[in-house]
C-alpha cells in the first residue's frame, strides 16, 4: 500500500523560506512520479511541482519556478520542496501525491493533473503573512 506523510508546513513572512517533506513508502521500484500541489481556498488544486523518481527530472509551474526546488533522497525515501522568496499568495494546503508504480513506463513526462495521482498525503498548511 502506497502512503505519502507531509510535514514541514508553517507560518513565515513574505520574503522566507520553508522546506515542506513528503515520507514515500509502498513503492517497490522508481517507476513512479511524486507531485506536490496546492490548494487555497475557493480555488482548485494545482501543481506546483513533479519529480520523474527514476530519472531525476523535475518541472515546475510557472508562478514557482526560480523560487521553489522539488528534490528526492532515494535512501530515506524522501521527497522535498524548498520553498524561497515566498509570497502571500502562496498561501495554501501543500500536498505530495503519488502516481501508480508504472506511470513512467512508455512515458517521458510526469502528469500534471490530480486525477493521474491516485495516491495523496493528508496535506501540510503553509501560512505567508504580508
Known amino acids: 500500500q502506497v502512503q505519502l506523510v507531509e510535514s514541514g508546513g508553517g507560518s513565515v513572512q513574505a520574503g522566507g523560506s520553508l522546506r515542506l517533506s513528503c515520507a514515500v513508502s509502498?513503492?517497490?521500484?522508481?517507476?513512479?512520479?511524486v507531485g506536490w500541489f496546492r490548494q487555497a481556498p475557493g480555488t482548485e488544486r494545482e501543481e506546483v511541482a513533479s519529480?520523474?523518481?527514476?530519472?531525476?527530472?523535475?518541472s515546475y509551474v510557472d508562478s514557482v519556478k526560480g523560487r521553489f526546488t522539488i528534490s528526492q533522497n532515494d535512501a530515506k525515501n524522501m521527497v522535498y520542496l524548498q520553498l524561497n522568496s515566498l509570497k502571500p499568495e502562496d498561501t495554501a494546503m501543500y500536498y505530495c501525491?503519488?502516481?501508480?508504480?508504472?506511470?513512467?513506463?512508455?512515458?517521458?513526462?510526469?502528469?500534471?493533473?490530480?486525477?493521474?495521482?491516485?495516491?495523496w498525503g493528508q496535506g501540510t498548511q503553509v501560512t505567508v503573512s504580508s
Open positions: 501525491a503519488g502516481t501508480t508504480s508504472v506511470w513512467l513506463l512508455g512515458r517521458s513526462r510526469c502528469p500534471a493533473e490530480m486525477g493521474d495521482y491516485p495516491f
Open positions: 509502498g513503492y517497490l521500484s522508481r517507476q513512479h512520479c
Open positions: 519529480i520523474d523518481t527514476y530519472r531525476g527530472i523535475s
